[in-house]
């Protein structure tokens, strides 16, 4: 079986698009979940999320909203998600990455990594919170990045 076109082959044998659509900083309900269906429907089929950005469930909604629609299928989605900080003790990990999957309800995930290679207090990534990122008014303060290399 060839390689398809525009991935990069792992070592494992399956293939990573090259080009995936980040969901961090979401901040309007709905805003990221319709980015997520808009970008499927639009040829993407990389997702690249995380639980500390806590949109997982909207997320999920959206994804199961695009598979009932039947002509994208989770196994044609690669779906990358990230541990956060503060659950590098083993006995946390594979109870955040249950979790990850539970509320993506996408059964699997085809990559998941640790976020930072650097560990912080145990915590429950619901409980860290991003208000530094906004204004007294709640206007992000920081403007998303997008880098091509």
């Not at 909203?65 to 659950?87: A, P, Q």
Request: net charge negative; hydrophobic share 35%; glycine share 8%.
């Amino acid at each position: 079986m060839s390689q398809p076109k525009n991935t990069f082959k792992l070592n494992d044998g399956n293939n990573i698009p090259i080009i995936g659509l980040g969901t961090y900083n979401g901040a309007i309900p709905g805003e990221v979940g319709n980015a997520v269906k808009i970008a499927l429907k639009n040829g993407y089929r990389h997702i690249d999320g995380a639980a500390i950005y806590l949109n997982e469930k909207e997320i999920g909604n959206s994804l199961k909203e695009i598979f009932e629609e039947g002509e994208i299928k989770r196994k044609d989605i690669f779906y990358v998600s990230k541990l956060w900080n503060s659950c590098h003790n083993s006995n946390l990990v594979i109870k955040h990455c249950e979790k990850t999957i539970k509320d993506l309800g996408i059964g699997y995930l085809d990559l998941y990594l640790i976020h930072w290679p650097i560990a912080f207090e145990n915590a429950n990534p619901s409980d860290v919170t991003t208000d530094w990122l906004n204004d007294e008014n709640g206007n992000p303060i920081i403007a998303p990045v997008s880098v091509v290399i």
